[in-house]
């Protein structure tokens, strides 16, 4: 018996060290839910990106800009009428992703668009309207980016200047396959 306990013991301490282990890097990964693939998509903003955006709105008119959210949450369904814009249906293509494949089908992603002087939307992102020197749509992707939104106008492939989105560290994979950003990380994502 005792001959048994001495080869067990080591195994034993192994099992437990990697279990320690294995507790700690979960521990370490909850910044996410993992919620399987059937998990539903949201029909609203994530609570955080829905408080940054406000606080941009604020911002902005702060510094006598008129910014207008033209686009939140979309469905798979609408995302996916959009990606046929400018292919099987008519217009300009305006975006890559199919539904699904979009950071708005997740509720992590905004569009914004400028107000000219009789509150209608305006697309030109060289109106530099407060005289500052910089464009008023660029001033706007600046006061996002410190709210911790990357801004689609910085990506070289296909430059997205309305889109706005936090991603929490999850790739489309990983929220196609039922990742989501976890409850906590209201907090942690404040920075
Ligand atoms: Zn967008």
């Known amino acids: 018996m005792k001959g048994i ?25 909850e910044n996410y839910l993992d919620m ?8 609203d903003l ?11 709105l604020e911002q902005a008119e702060a510094i006598d800009i008129d910014v207008v959210i033209t686009d939140k ?13 400018g292919r099987s249906a008519s217009g300009n293509i305006v975006t890559n992703a199919k539904g699904g494949e979009s950071y708005h089908n997740y509720g992590l992603a905004i569009d914004y668009a400028l107000l000219d002087n009789n509150g209608d939307i ?18 706007v992707a600046e006061l996002a980016k410190d709210l911790g939104f990357e801004w689609g106008g910085d990506w070289n492939r296909f430059p997205d200047y309305p889109h706005l989105q936090m991603d929490f560290g999850l790739s489309i994979d990983q929220l196609q396959r039922g ?3 976890a409850p906590e990380d209201h907090d942690e994502a404040d920075k």
């Open 5 to 29: 306990r001495k080869i067990l013991l080591p195994w034993i301490m192994i099992i437990i060290f990697l279990s320690i282990l294995f507790i700690l890097y979960n521990r370490m990964e």
């Open 36 to 43: 399987g693939e059937d998990a539903p998509l949201p029909d």
């Open 46 to 56: 994530h609570p955080l990106v829905e408080e940054k955006k406000d606080i941009l």
């Open 73 to 85: 949450t979309r469905s798979i369904d609408e995302q996916n009428e959009l990606y046929e814009q």
């Open 122 to 139: 305006h697309w030109d992102i060289q109106y530099d309207g407060t005289d500052s020197g910089e464009s008023d749509w660029f001033e």
């Open 179 to 181: 990742m989501r950003p």
